[in-house]
């Protein structure tokens, strides 16, 4: 199985700061990379698909980035709205593989 | 617009059969650009892909589970059901349906039901 490894783990930060979580994939995923966003007792939200595109919806605040193995998910201006869990998952071979997730929390 | 919810027991004893579906609606489980799939994240952990069915009845099942789940569609009813065996605490968790577009992009999903594995 392809093994995505986020980082951090945890992130404190205020409102209107830039935020950047970083992916990185065992093997190479090509750009077969998807981002989302959870929080406890909603339905989680596609953010991000094939690295860079951003999903119909979804604030311009967010955008992707990389390919083969190396990843990022950058919030350009944090919002109250964005404090929330985001995970990375490989779409490159199944099993589909997820991050540990970022848990992004209010500073 | 599409929507998914979950539905099934919140409490499973240890050994016994997890059973949960997915009910779509505001579209077709039967429209062929999609699989429905289920993911799960137990508490502290992250998510595991669980595997996904197409309206055909293919399916494909994550290897750690495949000797343990059963994944089936009825189309009749637009809904999709996961059964998972022998059940230990391990397999507390949040339990997700959503719809997978290719290449595995999961677009839409439900707001997710917690089973708990306990005597």
């Known amino acids: 199985d392809i093994q995505m490894t986020q980082s951090p783990s945890s992130l404190s930060a205020s409102v209107g700061d830039r935020v950047t979580i970083t992916c990185r994939a065992s093997q190479t995923i090509l750009s077969y990379l998807n981002w989302y966003q959870v929080k406890p007792g909603k339905a989680p939200n596609l953010l991000i698909y094939a690295a860079s595109i951003l999903q119909s919806g979804v604030p311009s605040r967010f955008s992707g980035s990389g390919s083969g193995t190396d990843f990022t998910l950058t919030i350009s201006s944090l919002q109250p709205e964005d404090f929330a869990t985001y995970f990375c998952q490989q779409s490159h071979s199944s099993p589909f593989t997820f991050g540990q997730g970022t848990r992004l929390e209010i500073k | 617009q599409v929507q998914l919810q979950e539905s099934g027991p919140g409490l499973v004893k240890p050994s016994q059969t997890l059973s949960l579906t997915c009910t779509v609606s505001?579209?077709?489980?039967?429209?062929?650009?999609?699989?429905w799939s289920w993911i799960r994240q137990p508490p502290g952990k992250g998510l595991e892909w669980i595997g996904h069915?197409?309206?055909?009845?293919?399916?494909f099942s994550n290897p750690s589970l495949k000797s343990r789940l059963t994944i089936s569609v009825d189309t009749s009813k637009n809904q999709f059901s996961l059964k998972l065996i022998s059940v230990t605490a391990a397999d507390t968790a949040i339990y997700y349906c959503?719809?997978?577009?290719?290449?595995?992009?999961?677009?839409?999903w439900g707001k997710g039901t917690t089973v708990t594995v306990s005597s």
């Open positions: 069915i197409y309206y055909t009845g293919s399916t």
């Open positions: 505001g579209g077709s489980i039967s429209r062929g650009d999609y699989y």
């Open positions: 959503a719809r997978y577009e290719e290449p595995a992009i999961l677009d839409v």
